[in-house]
């Protein structure tokens, strides 16, 4: 992908050289080559973020204990847990 950037980049910077003033030589550089390329990286970055994303989210979640972990068992929780284990053949 970055050899197509730096291709793009190439051919943008000759053709910026090539114009007739210094302003124009800039808006060439600035509308045909950065502002593009710098859509063209971000859209095509994208999937990464949301996969960079989706990976700090898991890490924080695994980091993070449970809500249902801090709670404390309610005597009726413990009376029946009990009465299953008790019934086993």
């Given at each position: 992908?970055?050899?197509?950037?730096?291709?793009?980049?190439?051919?943008?910077?000759?053709?910026a050289?090539?114009e007739?003033?210094?302003?124009?030589?800039?808006?060439?550089?600035?509308?045909?080559?950065?502002?593009?390329?710098?859509?063209l990286?971000?859209?095509?970055?994208?999937?990464?973020r949301w996969?960079?994303?989706?990976?700090?989210e898991?890490?924080?979640?695994?980091?993070?204990?449970?809500?249902l972990?801090?709670?404390?068992?309610?005597?009726?929780?413990?009376?029946?847990?009990?009465?299953?284990?008790?019934?086993?053949?």
């Open positions: 992908m970055y050899i197509v950037v730096i291709a793009w980049l190439y051919v943008v910077i000759l053709m050289i090539l007739k003033s210094f302003v124009g030589g800039l808006m060439t550089l600035t509308f045909y080559g950065l502002l593009p390329l710098a859509i990286l971000y859209l095509t970055g994208t999937p990464k996969k960079r994303k989706k990976q700090a898991a890490i924080q979640a695994a980091e993070t204990p449970s809500a972990a801090d709670q404390p068992m309610r005597q009726s929780d413990r009376t029946d847990t009990h009465q299953n284990q008790t019934d086993l053949p």
